[in-house]
C-alpha cells in the first residue's frame, strides 16, 4: 500500500495533473486505434472524445468496457446514448480503482510490529462523469457536455466542474470531421494544490474506403491532439475486416507519436467480433514499465 501511495497513483495523476482518467480513451475501440476517437461517431462512446459524435446513432447505442491498468488498478467505461429526431442526449462514466487494503492500527504490545485490522478499508479512486447535448441538422451536430470529476484517496477528496464542446460533419457513411475542446474549467480547488482536468483541443478525420454495410471494411482515422501545457499529439489508425450478414471480425491497429521518456508503447493493437447490432471490442497497449502491457474489453451495441 505505501508503493501505491508513493509512486503508482502520484504517478499515474501526474499523467494529466487532474487524475489519469482524461487520458485514458473512453471506448475499447479508440484505445484500439492510437486513442483516436473525436472523429468516430455513431457509438455511445464517442461522448468522452466528442459529444457531438453521439448525433449519429440511430434511437439508442449502449458501451461498456474493463481493463486490468497499471500495477493492479483497473479501468472501467460505460456509455448511454439516445437520440430522438435532431436531439442526442447522453451520459457517461470512467473510473480509475486504485484498489483497497485494510486498515490496521499497530499494537502497542508488540512495539508496533503487529497490528489489528480495524474493519475499514482505505481506498483510491478517480473518477469523471460526463453528460451531453447534442443537436443535429443535415451533415452538421454541434454538442456541449458538463463534466464532474472526483479523485479520491482514503478521506481525502478533491473535486472539480468543466465542460466540453463539439463539432461533427458527417458525409453519409463516407466520411466524418470531428472537433473537440474537452475540460473547460476543471479545477479542482486549493486542496489539490492547483490540480485541474488538462484542458485538450483534438481534431480529426475519419474515412471509409467501401461501404460499411458491405462485406468487407476498410477505414482509417487521424487525429491531431494539443494537450494544455504539453506537445502536440498525432494519432492514426486502421481498421479493416470482412463481415458477412453483419456477423465477421475485424482488426486494428494504431500509432501515437508520445514522448520520448514516456513508458507507453507507440503501438496498439486490437480487434473486434461483429453480430449484427452487437461489437465485441479488445485492445491491447504495452507498457516498458510496471507490469508490462494493458489488455482491454469491451461491448457495443447500437441497433
Do not use: C
Not at 465542460?163 to 463516407?174: C, K
Not at 490540480?195 to 482509417?220: K, Q, S
Amino acid at each position: 500500500m505505501a508503493v501505491l501511495l508513493a509512486v503508482v497513483v502520484p504517478g499515474l495523476r501526474a499523467q494529466s495533473g487532474g487524475g489519469a482518467v482524461p487520458a485514458l480513451p473512453g471506448s475499447t475501440r479508440s484505445a484500439g486505434l492510437g486513442g483516436a476517437g473525436v472523429a468516430l461517431i455513431g457509438d455511445a462512446g464517442a461522448l468522452f472524445a466528442n459529444p457531438a459524435g453521439i448525433a449519429a446513432i440511430h434511437h439508442l447505442a449502449i458501451e461498456a468496457s474493463v481493463e486490468p491498468y497499471l500495477a493492479g488498478t483497473t479501468y472501467s467505461a460505460a456509455a448511454i446514448a439516445v437520440r430522438t429526431g435532431h436531439v442526442a442526449w447522453g451520459f457517461g462514466a470512467q473510473a480509475l480503482d486504485y484498489g483497497s487494503e485494510p486498515v490496521i492500527v499497530p499494537d502497542s504490545a508488540s512495539g508496533g510490529r503487529r497490528g489489528t485490522p480495524t474493519g475499514a478499508s482505505f481506498t483510491s479512486t478517480d473518477l469523471l462523469a460526463t453528460s451531453g447535448l447534442v443537436y443535429r441538422r443535415g451533415f452538421l451536430a454541434l454538442g456541449g457536455a458538463v463534466k464532474y470529476g472526483r479523485m479520491q484517496i482514503g478521506d481525502w477528496s478533491a473535486d472539480a466542474w468543466a465542460g466540453d464542446v463539439g463539432l461533427a460533419v458527417a458525409v453519409f457513411d463516407i466520411m466524418a470531421l470531428g472537433v473537440s475542446v474537452q475540460n473547460l474549467g476543471g479545477d479542482f480547488g486549493p486542496a489539490a494544490q492547483g490540480a485541474r482536468l488538462p484542458r485538450r483541443t483534438r481534431a480529426g478525420l475519419t474515412m471509409n474506403y467501401v461501404d460499411p454495410e458491405g462485406t468487407y471494411r476498410l477505414l482509417t482515422t487521424v487525429e491531431g491532439q494539443w494537450p494544455a501545457r504539453s506537445p502536440a499529439q498525432l494519432a492514426t489508425g486502421v481498421e479493416g475486416g470482412v463481415v458477412t450478414r453483419g456477423v465477421g471480425l475485424v482488426g486494428r491497429v494504431g500509432f501515437v507519436t508520445r514522448s520520448p521518456v514516456s513508458a507507453a508503447s507507440r503501438w496498439t493493437v486490437g480487434g473486434g467480433v461483429e453480430l449484427r447490432r452487437l461489437h465485441l471490442d479488445y485492445a491491447y497497449q504495452g507498457f516498458a514499465l510496471v507490469g508490462g502491457g494493458a489488455h482491454r474489453i469491451g461491448v457495443r451495441w447500437a441497433p
